[in-house]
């Protein structure tokens, strides 16, 4: 299900990267890179053991570095620098973790976790793994990658944000959950990422940055559901999260290459009139990650939010939690009021660009598949 999730988002977004920067002079690159990328995560997923897992989280790494730099400016030099150096930290992690898994005899770890689950030493393959997955879904400390990897292009951030780059931890934690499950410090981790996510994400001006952080707040949740033993709903949350949220950036790119590349909330306005197809489907997408009653994303949202309430935690957490959930709903009808006003404040110059068929044709499946996304719960 996984491998299938990334070739259909991967197909999607070079078909949307065909029309959105068509005059680039380096499309094959792009192409090259991105087939990369998704073989790197394919050796992740079909890997039953560390030193195979290693290749693919090396090539996520440094297929990643390349599209960060691919416009090859300043910004996006810094950018990339930033997520290779944090990322390193989870590879030493791995290493690590390879050489103490070495240990009990084999470095195949699927027919070794009932080991580990009874061992004193498994605590020690939890902290290694946990860092790893830390560092790879941009977690506190280590969240300062995400954001600034908006420096790509945006049919990149749809690739890095969903359903590749940042879920590879989170994949790798499904992978260990039986001893990694109901864990306090994952609990207290993606707590306190969570709150400062959704905070930043009320607080910011870029477009792109304010899905990057809601991405931020979305792995907080999946990974919060991993830390009190949810795992198969938290993978549910992972395949609903990937569809919805690539939808986003894919019509936030429209919205800036409508503006002139224009990212800035005070300078982006009056969309709907000018592109109503995408801004429907940008709705479409705003309400499942909002968990929206009936569509994709209420399903999974809705079930970690009520199983999570018969878990025995404290109040003041009970309460924060549920203040990051609604959190989510702040934001988005704060970036939907800056798309869609009538006004805007500052004196940018307004490129119609057309609602092209290249562009909406991929993006409709998206919205196919988060509408009826009830159908594939059984």
Avoid at 53 to 69: K, N
Avoid at 88 to 109: Q, Y
Avoid at 360 to 365: A, E, R, V
Wanted: hydrophobic letters at 55%.
């Amino acid at each position: 299900m996984f491998i299938g999730l990334v070739l259909f988002i991967s197909s999607i977004v070079l078909i949307y990267r065909s029309d959105y920067i068509k005059s680039d002079p380096f499309f094959y690159r792009f192409i090259i890179l991105v087939n990369l990328f998704v073989v790197s995560i394919v050796l992740i997923v079909r890997s039953p053991n560390l030193i195979r897992i290693l290749l693919g989280w090396d090539g996520l790494g440094l297929v990643s570095y390349c599209l960060i730099i691919f416009y090859q400016n300043e910004k996006s030099a810094s950018s990339g620098i930033l997520t290779v150096l944090s990322n390193r930290v989870g590879d030493v992690a791995i290493l690590l973790g390879i050489r103490w898994i070495a240990c009990f005899g084999s470095w195949n770890f699927i027919s070794f976790l009932p080991i580990y689950k009874h061992e004193e030493a498994s605590s020690v393959v939890i902290i290694l793994i946990g860092l790893a997955a830390m560092t790879k879904s941009a977690q506190v400390p280590f969240s300062a990658w995400l954001p600034a990897a908006i420096a790509a292009p945006t049919p990149v951030s749809a690739l890095v944000h969903s359903s590749t780059l940042v879920t590879a931890g989170v994949y790798l934690l499904i992978r260990f959950n039986e001893i990694t499950g109901c864990s306090k410090i994952l609990f207290l981790i993606r707590l306190l990422t969570m709150l400062l996510s959704g905070l930043g994400a009320c607080l910011e001006q870029d477009a792109k940055k304010i899905v990057a952080l809601s991405t931020l707040s979305q792995l907080g949740v999946i990974i919060f559901s991993l830390s009190i033993g949810l795992w198969e709903i938290a993978f549910f949350h992972l395949l609903r999260h990937a569809l919805f949220k690539s939808l986003l950036f894919m019509c936030i790119g429209i919205y800036i290459h409508g503006m002139c590349n224009q990212q800035d909330l005070r300078g982006i306005g009056f969309q709907f009139n000018s592109m109503p197809v995408v801004s429907s489907y940008f709705l479409i997408s705003s309400l499942s990650l909002r968990g929206f009653p009936f569509l994709s994303g209420f399903y999974s949202k809705d079930s970690i939010v009520e199983l999570f309430q018969w878990e025995v935690i404290g109040v003041i957490s009970y309460f924060l939690v549920l203040l990051c959930v609604l959190r989510t709903v702040l934001y988005r009808i704060r970036l939907i009021i800056s798309l869609y006003r009538i006004e805007i404040n500052s004196k940018v110059l307004v490129m119609e660009v057309g609602e092209h068929i290249v562009s909406l044709l991929p993006i409709f499946f998206f919205v196919y598949v988060i509408y009826y996304g009830r159908f594939f719960i059984f």
